[in-house]
Nanobody, 120 residues
Framework: VQLQAFGGGLVQAGGSLRLSCAAS????????VAWFRQAPGKERESVAT????????YYADSVRGRFTISRDNAKKTVYLQMNSLKPEDTAVYYC??????????????WGQGTLVTVSS
């Protein structure tokens, strides 16, 4: 199983970015996928999760209403649309996947991370 995250970059506060996570080596449609982030000096935190069907999603309070997670099972790709970005959203963003419906924070497979920097 391989995950490749991309789409990060530098953006001004209030701007938008879309992250993508491309998966291979798995029956993607049966896996839960999540985005996590880790800011310098802080612990890794869950940002958004999407279940197999794409209907059930979860968002951290800090991003709800600004971020949207979606998936295209045919393309084996999950997206994180990030709008109204704030400097506190600056972090390395990781995608992760697991065959369990509710893996919590214990995902079996992780991507390499993509850096998002939001300037004020």
């Amino acid at each position: 199983v391989q995950l490749q995250a991309f789409g990060g970059g530098l953006v001004q506060a209030g701007g938008s970015l879309r992250l993508s996570c491309a998966a291979s080596g798995l029956t993607f449609a049966t896996y839960t996928v999540a985005w996590f982030r880790q800011a310098p000096g802080k612990e890794r935190e869950s940002v958004a999760t999407i279940r197999r069907s794409g209907i059930n999603t979860y968002y951290a309070d800090s991003v709800r209403g600004r971020f949207t997670i979606s998936r295209d099972n045919a393309k084996k790709t999950v997206y994180l649309q990030m709008n109204s970005l704030k400097p506190e959203d600056t972090a390395v963003y990781y995608c992760a996947t697991d065959p369990r419906l509710y893996p919590g924070s214990q995902y079996n497979y992780w991507g390499q991370g993509t850096l998002v920097t939001v300037s004020s």
